[in-house]
């Protein structure tokens, strides 16, 4: 069983910048990518960045491609993302995913192990 706590979320103003940080153990949480989603309240689940854990690979969402950048550190079983040029509609609930597949990033059944999430709040 994989277990992902995620640490980071605040409350900033438009134009900061942030980092999230993702710390996994258990089994297997190495199996493919680390993503990170987020959601918005009364709004769907949403993909924003993964990476690979062999290759560092990486994959952005349009929506935060070149504010945002997401790397891993394979010595000490971390991931991070660092948001920067934070918007208002960045505000949501960010959660770090393992798993997913490099073919298709976002889709988030693909994960397979959760963390508890950590809210980010960007005021205008």
């Known amino acids: 069983q994989v277990q992902l706590v995620e640490s980071g979320g605040g409350l900033v103003q438009a134009g900061d910048s942030l980092r999230l940080s993702c710390a996994a153990s258990g089994r297997n949480f190495r199996a493919s990518l680390m993503g990170w989603f987020r959601q918005a309240p009364g709004k769907e689940r949403e993909f924003v960045a993964a990476i690979s854990w062999s290759l560092g690979s990486t994959y952005y969402a349009d929506s935060v491609k070149g504010r945002f950048f997401i790397s891993r550190d394979n010595a000490k079983n971390t991931g991070s993302l660092q948001m920067n040029s934070l918007k208002p509609e960045d505000t949501a609930v960010y959660y770090c995913?393992?798993?997913?597949?490099?073919?298709?990033?976002?889709?988030?059944?693909?994960?397979?192990?959760w963390g508890q999430g950590t809210q980010v709040t960007v005021s205008s």
């Open positions: 995913a393992v798993g997913g597949v490099p073919y298709r990033p976002e889709d988030d059944a693909k994960y397979g192990g």
